[in-house]
């Protein structure tokens, strides 16, 4: 697994820096006699997986970005997150978001938005610049801007990206991108790919999501 921005949110309550929300499913994790233990296992998990040219995050990435970047931004994340001081990290997740990626960044600022970007970005504009409101499908796109994985000039482009997240995208795939959130959480589908570098020998396994 990766880390999503469920997962971050969780991190935040256990640490005191954000309260349960309205429809939150997280009390019984809390209340757990190894509450503690599942919050440690958890902050332990990686934020993306690369195996075979094909690349696992949960929402996507920066078209700023190549592999080599995102994963070593991924990792200062990681590090952070399994650190004495990850709630002190989880704090500065917390802050408002950023929208712009460049190189001179702070640590703090570039913890932010690789957290951000990994387990929140749907759109983005052809430079890269971030929009976190629109939520629907890629026909709500705001003026100027596009889904992240069709952002021209994409450093990744040469990967095959893994992720989900997106449920108003609903299933989607590409030679070299596979979006599986097919809208579970809406009833519909839970949708799983073996994952393989042939597109031709993916198989897709989808199962039908209770309403309620």
């Known amino acids: 697994m990766v880390l999503g921005n469920h997962e ?20 019984e994790i809390l209340a757990a006699p190894d509450a503690a233990d599942l919050i440690d296992w958890l902050r332990h998990r990686p934020l993306t997986h690369y195996q075979n040219g094909m690349l696992m995050v949960h929402a996507g990435v920066l078209p700023q970005w190549d592999l080599t970047l995102t994963l070593e931004l991924a990792h200062e994340l990681e590090q952070a997150l399994r650190g004495p001081a990850w709630r002190d990290c989880i704090a500065q997740l917390s802050l408002p978001r950023l929208t712009r990626w460049h190189p001179g960044l702070t640590r703090d600022e570039r913890l932010r938005i690789t957290a951000h970007t990994l387990t929140h970005i749907r759109f983005c504009n052809p430079e890269g610049e971030l929009e976190f409101n629109a939520k629907g ?14 952002a021209p000039d994409r450093r990744t482009a040469e990967l095959t990206i893994v992720f989900g997240h997106w449920a108003a995208l609903g299933l989607l795939l590409r030679d070299k991108l596979c979006a599986l959130d097919s809208g579970c959480v809406w009833g519909k589908q839970l949708s799983a790919l073996t994952l393989d570098p042939e597109p031709s020998q993916r198989k ?8 309620e």
Do not use: S
């Open 204 to 211: 897709l396994i989808q199962v039908t999501c209770p309403t």
């Open 137 to 150: 499908g890629p026909d709500t796109a705001p003026p100027g801007y596009l889904p992240w994985f069709d």
């Open 8 to 27: 971050l949110h969780l991190l935040a309550v256990a640490a005191g820096v954000q309260r349960i929300r309205k429809g939150d499913t997280i009390n």
